[in-house]
């Protein structure tokens, strides 16, 4: 079985600009979810779709951050304008099915976005 | 909103020895997970606890849900270097939101 794949690995960009990066799920996960992932820290969901639709993006900085899942399968997370502060690794996620406690989250290698 | 600590942020373990991680929270979960993370890797997830009270054991590692479902710790016996990487907890509290610790560091002395 194929992991979740992201792209691209690495990504440097200056404040300011914009960047998107790109996920597909493992085939047939209904949930999907980005993480941004601090060095030394544990991983903060942004954004967490079920299918097509979003269900949290409670911690989505929306004025610069979007995020889509086109079709419930691959998703893009886009940032506009990027910060230094945005400086982190972004995780992918899926799982088999919505909200279950016994389903297990499988990550993605992630993007290592550095902003100068 | 549900804060998820964990400590030591940092373990330095001779190989052989034996060590503990805790992780808690400042609300009662329905459920916490466990996920290893090595140098430059994802997290992989390890395991998941419900029950309060609950303990699994894979291997050299134990794990432990305490009763008020409020905390849980992982217990590694006779460390290898196989062991090395960051260990982060990670709990749901009803909101079906998976919320991470910082995570455990640990690295092995040969």
């Known amino acids: 079985e194929a992991g979740v794949a992201q792209s691209p690995r690495y990504k440097i960009i200056e404040k300011r600009q914009s960047v998107a990066f790109w996920c597909n799920p493992i085939?047939?996960?209904?949930?999907l979810y980005w993480y941004q992932q601090i060095l030394g820290q544990g991983p903060k969901l942004l954004i967490q779709f079920q299918n097509n639709g979003v269900v949290d993006d409670s911690q989505l900085p929306k004025d610069r951050f979007s995020a889509e899942r086109l079709k419930g399968v691959d998703s893009t997370l886009k940032i506009q304008p990027a910060k230094l502060e945005d400086s982190a690794v972004y995780l992918c996620?899926?799982?088999?099915?919505?909200?279950?406690?016994?389903?297990?989250?499988?990550f993605g290698p992630g993007t290592r976005l550095t902003v100068l | 909103g549900q804060q998820v600590m964990q400590i030591p942020q940092y373990q330095h373990v001779q190989e052989g020895e034996d060590f503990t991680t805790y992780c808690n929270s400042s609300?009662?979960?329905?459920?916490i997970q466990w996920y290893k993370q090595r140098p430059g890797g994802h997290p992989v997830f390890l395991i998941q606890?419900?029950?309060?009270?609950e303990v699994k054991k894979q291997k050299r590692l134990t794990f432990q849900f305490g009763e008020a479902k409020k905390n849980s710790s992982l217990h590694i016996t006779a460390t290898q270097t196989t062991d090395v990487g960051t260990y982060f907890c990670?709990?749901?509290?009803?909101?079906?939101?998976?919320?991470f610790g910082a995570g455990t560091t640990v690295t092995v002395r040969a």
């Open positions: 996620a899926s799982s088999q099915r919505y909200s279950s406690l016994s389903d297990t989250q499988y």
């Open positions: 609300t009662t979960l329905s459920n």
């Open positions: 990670a709990g749901w509290a009803g909101d079906y939101k998976l919320s």
């Open positions: 085939s047939g996960h209904a949930t």
């Open positions: 606890l419900v029950k309060s009270g």
